[in-house]
DNA sequence: CTGATATAGCCAACTTTGGGTAAC
DNA sequence: CGTTACCCTTTGTTGGCTATATCA
């Protein structure tokens, strides 16, 4: 029944054998796993090893593929694995003599795709100790994992992904920023505030930061964060909830800070820290778009339905997580004891609900059950007593409606999906849920949440001219704009984008928080998008806020501090070590020296010049200047492309492997021939090589169009074809050419006979497909009439033929430009007799026709086949 | 945990002007 | 016998950059 498929034998040192399946990539069946009853194997090849011969251990060869070391050591454990599995000291059998022979075959080029062996047929041969192996996916904590980088596509899509998740994060922001200038919004937070409050800030030409602390602890207090919220249709809506409940996402809460500011006649913008899809793609995730992925659907879809929760809430494995999130959670919030943990662990869904309510609401209460917790406090151990702790759900619990809590549970639910969807494992993500709802704790540190918003206040009475300051209410801070970065980051929420929103418009402030700016440089989209993004963003803003900072975030980012470490100067903005200088940099001027990090000189990034061989300046229209001799010369790959280079090789590698390179310094404008007389100036063939259109001699264009050259040709005008690259197919490179080049002032008188000449050869195209149309139509025509009367003189001889055959032919002959076509008329009578014709080779004059615009001569053939010949 | 270094995989750059055969 | 059109074949190597692993 099974087919046979080749198998290999694999000779161990031991004189064990193992039927080893051809597969780079097989299935280990495990060492328990013996005498397998009819296994079927099916390899796929692995991006890893894509385009490789598959691994095969030869015969005798315990280490078919020594070629790299992490392989080898790899396979050498394969093979003790295979060792260990299959040390039976077997007889050599039939089939090992069958499996050998194919294996011999070779094989080398077969397709080793799948296998199959039947216990049935075999195994009585084989004995009970035989083992088939799959010498892959070993789960070891030694088996090297297959590393897989991101291909082109991947990335280039990562970026698409990224720069539309800043688009949209940027049209949230801006929707956030309107929000706050609702007036209704404005009214109900200011309606709430004590008057108390109010006169600290009604001096706003002189306010400083410290004139809000009352303010922003107030604030705290009176609002507590929620991870998760009730979509109510619209922002506003969600912000007039949040004001009645006195609960809000940190989106809605610092947003209703902005909306308090604005409402009390402050400058203030709504900033967010943008939480973008990440620039590269997450090589981590297989198989998904990337880990970033979960994070975008959680954030546009944060509401999942009842159904889809109640689908996952079926499934065992999300049940056993969630139960320890609410564990963990509530040992940390509560101080659990730990029998209580473990019992826990084994609670119903029920219990496992109620629990996540419970965090959820306890959330709430611990932020706002501390309400004197300024930094005085700050701290105040997270502990409580079990006792207090289970007072605190009891109310939070009581207190909240039925269908709220459903809400809330729902809402968790989705979190929890989310979060197992993550990569991050779900211990590190509950601690990351935990942080966002904590907000009690006024020192930055890891327990505190990743800053993603809060609010900037324009204070007029600080500095000497005013400056905008940090005031974030979720987290109880005023004017500590230093610290975000450090929490940022310890938070895994660095930095990348943080964007000031106001007056509908919106201006990146990264540089106001961001201290060491190399570090999120390279998870930053290309500046030139970015800045183009923002530039109309940027100036509703500055009308709206009627401040410019421009100068402060630009001696921010030059006067960054020299970073300690050597590979922050890989391709750091300001500054440049020469170790880390490319290949085709060049330090010029080489200095000054900034500083030294461990013992290397730095010095600043305007010093490093980017260098280009000959060539490569020339394509930018630029030569080199006389006597300058090459900045940096570098090695070249050698030329391999053909045997006869590869004969001399040895000459060459002595006479030039090298590539001189140049800097700008040593450059003049490219200095061609220029045109005379319209005659272009060519090269020894004859060609002008057109490597940019910056490589034109002066007095020529460049015409990209097909067929130019005859046009030229015909009018008498001196051209040279535009050779513009090469094309390197089957190991030959070919030149390319692309239209050609002229003297300027034939541009015009080109162009317009090219035009004409197209037309003309559009006419004649149309009229030439017309005219075989027509033909067609004929042949048909004379082929159907021919039909009809074969048929006719069959069944009714010579009966009503007559009209047919006039309307037929004269419909035709409308249409045709025949000149002769009376002459063609009685189809001759001998057609009756044509079951077996042959066309006349020689058509008689009579049957020929010409027409003197296309030079083509239709020749008839009396049974009405017709050949079209063009006469030159 | 951070930084330095080694390693491996992706990818871009580099190369820089056909030859044999059949039909006409 | 000279000219022309068409087909053939689908590279191959090197080094830079970068992500990851490993070690101090």
Redesign the pocket.
């Known amino acids: 029944m099974a087919t046979p498929v080749p198998v290999r034998i694999a000779a161990l040192p031991r004189g064990g054998r193992a039927l080893l399946l051809p597969s780079a990539h097989g299935r280990s069946l495990g060492p328990g796993a013996e005498a397998a009853t009819g296994v079927a194997g099916r390899r796929r090849a692995s991006?890893?090893a894509?385009g490789k011969s598959p691994a095969k251990v030869e015969a005798g060869s315990p280490l078919g593929n020594t070629r790299?070391?992490?392989?080898a050591k790899a396979e050498t454990q394969d093979n003790a694995s295979v060792e260990r599995c299959g040390a039976g000291g077997l007889e050599k059998n039939n089939l090992e003599e069958q499996v050998e022979a194919v294996c011999d075959n070779d094989a080398a080029d077969m397709d080793w795709e799948e296998g199959q062996v039947e216990r049935n047929e075999y195994s009585h041969e084989l004995g009970e100790s035989f083992t088939v192996e799959f010498n892959d996916d070993v789960p070891s904590s030694t088996t090297?994992?297959?590393?897989?980088?991101?291909?082109?596509?991947?990335?280039e899509l990562a970026e698409l992904v990224h720069k539309v998740h800043l688009l949209c994060l940027i049209a949230r922001g801006r929707v956030v920023d309107k929000t706050c200038n609702d007036p209704l919004i404005q009214a109900s937070i200011l309606s709430l505030l004590p008057n108390h409050l109010l006169w600290n800030v009604a001096d706003v030409r002189n306010l400083k930061a410290v004139n809000l602390r009352n303010l922003v602890s107030w604030f705290h207090r009176t609002f507590c964060v929620t991870a998760q919220s009730t979509h109510r249709g619209s922002f506003v809506s969600n912000l007039g909830f949040a004001i009645q409940d006195r609960i809000g996402t940190a989106e809605e809460v610092c947003a209703l800070s902005v909306a308090l500011f604005r409402a009390l006649n402050l400058t203030a913008r709504f900033v967010t820290n943008l939480d973008v899809a990440g620039l590269?793609p997450?090589?981590?995730v297989m198989g998904t778009l990337n880990q970033d992925a979960s994070r975008l659907c959680t954030r546009s879809l944060p509401h999942s339905s009842p159904a889809a929760d109640g689908n996952v809430v079926s499934s065992p494995a999300l049940l056993k997580d969630n139960t320890q999130d609410s564990v963990s959670m509530n040992q940390r919030r509560g101080g659990l004891g730990k029998s209580k943990q473990t019992s826990a662990c084994k609670r119903s869904l029920s219990k496992t609900l109620s629990s996540i309510k419970a965090d959820n609401e306890s959330s709430c209460i611990s932020a706002s059950s501390q309400l004197p917790s300024t930094s005085s406090n700050a701290e105040v151990p997270k502990r409580k007593g079990d006792v207090e702790f289970e007072l605190q759900l009891e109310m939070a619990l009581s207190a909240t409606a039925a269908e709220n809590q459903n809400n809330n549970q729902a809402n968790h639910m989705s979190q929890s999906i989310g979060s197992l969807q993550d990569s991050t494992p779900p211990k590190k993500k509950l601690r990351q849920n935990t942080e966002a709802t904590s907000s009690s704790s006024a020192v930055w540190s890891r327990s505190a949440g990743a800053p993603l918003y809060w609010a900037e206040v324009y204070c007029s009475g600080q500095a000497s001219t005013g400056r905008w300051v940090h005031v974030d209410v979720v987290n109880d801070l005023l004017d500590a704009e230093c610290k975000v970065e450090a929490s940022s980051?310890v938070c895994k929420k660095p930095l990348r984008y943080v964007v000031a929103f106001a007056g509908n418009g919106a201006k990146d402030v990264t540089r106001r928080y961001c201290l060491q700016w190399y570090r999120i440089a390279?998870g930053r989209v290309n500046p030139e998008w970015w800045e183009n993004v923002l530039a109309p963003l940027k100036q509703m803003e500055l009308t709206a806020t009627n401040n410019s900072e421009d100068m402060e975030l630009q001696t921010r980012a030059l006067t960054e501090p020299l970073p300690?470490?050597?590979?922050?100067y890989?391709?750091h903005h300001l500054y440049a070590l020469e170790k880390w200088l490319?290949?085709n940099q060049i330090l010029h001027p080489k200095g000054p020296v900034l500083g030294f990090?461990?013992g290397h000189p730095v010095y600043p990034r305007s010093c490093v010049q980017t260098l280009q061989?000959r060539?490569?300046w020339l394509r930018e229209g630029l030569q080199i200047r006389e006597n300058e001799l090459p900045a940096k010369v570098?090695?070249?790959?050698?030329?391999?492309?053909n045997a006869q280079?590869v004969q001399s090789s040895a000459n060459e590698d002595a006479l030039k492997p090298t590539?001189e390179l140049y800097g700008e310094w040593q450059l003049e404008p490219l200095q061609l021939p220029h045109a005379v007389d319209g005659i272009v100036p060519k090269?020894e063939?004859g060609?002008v090589?057109v490597w940019s259109e910056k490589c034109l001699p002066p007095g020529t264009v460049h015409l990209r169009l097909p067929r130019l050259f005859q046009v030229a040709k015909r009018l008498g005008i001196d051209y040279a074809p535009a050779?513009v690259?090469?094309d390197?197919?089957?190991?030959?490179?070919?030149?390319v050419f692309d239209g050609i080049v002229v003297c300027t002032e034939f541009k015009h008188a080109i162009l317009e006979a090219y035009a004409e000449g197209e037309e003309q050869r559009r006419a004649e195209e149309r009229k030439q497909e017309e005219a075989q149309a027509l033909s067609r139509w004929y042949q048909l025509l004379c082929s159907i009439v021919t039909r009809q009367r074969l048929k006719d003189s069959y069944k009714t001889p010579s009966h009503g033929l007559g009209h047919e055959e006039a309307l037929g032919n004269d419909n035709i002959q409308k249409n045709t430009l025949s000149s002769q076509r009376s002459e063609r008329k009685p189809i001759s009578s001998k057609l009756q007799t044509d079951h077996e014709h042959e066309h006349v080779h020689e058509y008689p004059e009579e049957d020929q026709s010409f027409d003197e615009e296309t030079f083509v001569r239709t020749k008839r053939c009396p049974c009405g086949f017709s050949i079209q010949v063009e006469e030159l």
């Open positions: 991006p890893a894509k790299k070391k992490g392989r090297k994992k297959t590393v897989r980088r991101a291909t082109a596509e991947e990335k590269r997450d090589t981590k980051a390279q300690t470490s050597q590979q922050a890989k391709d490319h290949k990090c461990k061989s060539h490569g570098v090695t070249r790959p050698k030329r391999t492309f280079s590539l090269n063939r060609q090589d050779m690259g090469f390197y197919r089957s190991g030959r490179c070919l030149p």
